[in-house]
């Protein structure tokens, strides 16, 4: 099993990042996959979640500026990530299942700062 976060980085606060997860090694397509973020100062938070429905699950912390999809053809789920502010700076995760989480990837970092 496998996955590979990519599109983290350096954004100003109101800018926007796509960040990306190649998964390999298990069945995609069937799979729940979620995002979650670390940082000092809130910890390990749940941000987002897809389902293998199309349902979808959103932190209220991120509601209305990020949005998650998959590509099942491709093995990748994109979290896009909008009007970014300070407090969405810390790494990002991406992990299979919903709750619980079976399996992390190694993460992508993200600052938001002036």
């Known amino acids: 099993v496998q996955l590979v976060e990519s599109g983290g980085g350096l954004v100003q606060p109101g800018g926007s990042l796509r960040l990306s997860c190649a998964a390999s090694?298990?069945?995609?397509?069937?799979?729940?996959m979620s995002w979650a973020r670390q940082s000092p100062e809130k910890g390990l938070e749940r941000v987002s979640a897809?389902?293998?429905?199309?349902?979808?699950f959103y932190a209220d912390s991120v509601k209305g500026r990020f949005t998650i999809s998959r590509d099942n053809a491709k093995n990748t789920v994109t979290l896009q990530m909008n009007n970014l502010k300070p407090e969405d700076t810390a790494d990002y995760y991406c992990?299979?299942?919903?709750?619980?989480?079976?399996?992390w990837g190694q993460g992508t970092q993200v600052t938001v700062s002036s």
């Open positions: 090694g298990f069945t995609f397509s069937t799979s729940p």
């Open positions: 992990a299979i299942g919903g709750v619980p989480v079976t399996y």
């Open positions: 897809i389902y293998n429905d199309g349902r979808t």
